[in-house]
Nanobody, 124 residues
Framework: QLQASGGGLVQAGDSLRLSCSAS????????MGWFRQAPGKEREFVAA????????WYADFVKGRCTISRDNVKNAVYLQMNSLKAEDTAVYYC???????????????????WGQGTQVTVSS
């Protein structure tokens, strides 16, 4: 089970740190990802991190502005977002994958477990 939190209403240029807490022993062996879905749009990949935190992946539109990290002791994954833009407004979801490979980690179909989402609204 995944629980995302940390969303809110912020102004353009502000920062937010999203958190995702996980229950279950599978967390430490799972790749973790963040996706987002804006109204009327498909859910899209934002960032992912390997099971041991050694490798990270980012969508081009967040490179340099976001950092994904994880704490396998606390069973948590984080997404630090800086320099937020109005176009970052979306519901952000965390997800866990036991099967994703380096070549498929950006695909939402590779993730077996999803959290409920947390709303991020950026006013311009």
């Amino acid at each position: 089970q995944l629980q995302a939190s940390g969303g809110g209403l912020v102004q353009a240029g502000d920062s937010l740190r999203l958190s995702c807490s996980a229950s279950g022993r599978a967390f430490s062996s799972s790749a973790m990802g963040w996706f987002r879905q804006a109204p009327g749009k498909e859910r899209e990949f934002v960032a992912a991190i390997s099971w041991n935190g050694g490798t990270t992946w980012y969508a081009d539109f967040v490179k340099g502005r976001c950092t994904i990290s994880r704490d396998n002791v606390k069973n948590a994954v984080y997404l630090q977002m800086n320099s937020l833009k109005a176009e970052d407004t979306a519901v952000y979801y965390c997800a866990a994958s036991q099967s994703a490979l380096r070549t498929t980690v950006r695909l939402r179909t590779q993730y077996e477990y999803w959290g409920q989402g947390t709303q991020v609204t950026v006013s311009s």
